[in-house]
């Protein structure tokens, strides 16, 4: 059973909605990360948090709005999302920045 | 810059055989890691194998092993004995730095995947 967990595992918005997606990890580690995965398309990396620190935000566009309030819960809050945002949104953990980054089962999501 | 290549978009193998997944990546990091994650169909990334650039040796995790041939940079990941749970998704990726006034940030870079199919 993974150490990452992401609720939900599907979601369909519409574009006026706001919702939130939730990652926690059982694991001890000190950095989290969202990813975005699109058809076709190499894996992006978002946004990272190290220590509950914002390291990296990768030109992500601000109707994503990350969250962290401690080392084991991260928060991806939607809103005013487009029809290509959709796609699946990965979570993942390591213990520091630099080590092997253990993923959740990631979130579907459906913006019409 | 990294970058990471994949250049099989599919590949198909007969269970209990082997194949071979490749990878080649561009970086001018001194030191790197080079990953590789497997996705099925659910979705979640598994990881399966870390090389380090100063590692001396292949890395090797059961049936996974890295063909690391840091010369043409390339980090080849073999899977012997197939079986049918192989059948996904499988992702190279490359850990590098970059620096900027606050410090060192690692970064991980991943290619666009070899979808591979096992048959029975």
């Known amino acids: 059973e993974t150490g990452v967990t992401q609720t939900p595992r599907h979601l369909v918005m519409g574009m006026t909605n706001k919702k939130s997606l939730k990652c926690e990890q059982h694991?001890?580690?000190?950095?989290m990360y969202w990813y975005k995965q699109s058809a076709k398309k190499p894996l992006e990396l978002m946004f990272v948090y190290n220590f509950k620190e914002q390291t990296e935000n990768n030109s992500v566009p601000s109707r994503f709005s990350p969250e962290c309030p401690n080392s084991s819960h991260l928060f991806l809050h939607l809103h005013t999302l487009q029809p290509e945002d959709s796609a699946l949104y990965l979570c993942a953990s390591s213990p520091e920045e630099r080590d092997s980054q253990f993923f959740g089962p990631g979130t579907r999501l459906t913006v019409l | 810059a990294q970058k990471i290549t994949q250049t099989q978009p599919g590949m198909f193998v007969q269970e209990k055989e082997a194949v071979t997944l490749d990878c080649t990546y561009d970086?001018?990091?001194?030191?790197?890691?080079l990953f590789w994650y497997k996705q099925p169909s659910s979705g979640e990334m598994i990881f399966l194998i870390y090389?380090?650039?100063?590692?001396?040796q292949n890395a090797t995790e059961g049936r996974y092993s890295l063909n690391f041939q840091k010369a043409r940079k390339s980090a080849n990941l073999v899977i012997s004995a197939s079986q049918l749970g192989d059948s996904a998704m499988y992702f190279c990726a490359m850990r590098g730095i970059s620096w900027d006034s606050g410090g060192s940030n690692y970064k991980l870079t991943f290619g666009k995947g070899t979808l591979l199919t096992v048959n029975p």
């Open positions: 970086t001018s990091d001194p030191s790197y890691g």
């Open positions: 694991l001890g580690h000190n950095a």
């Open positions: 090389q380090g650039s100063y590692d001396q």
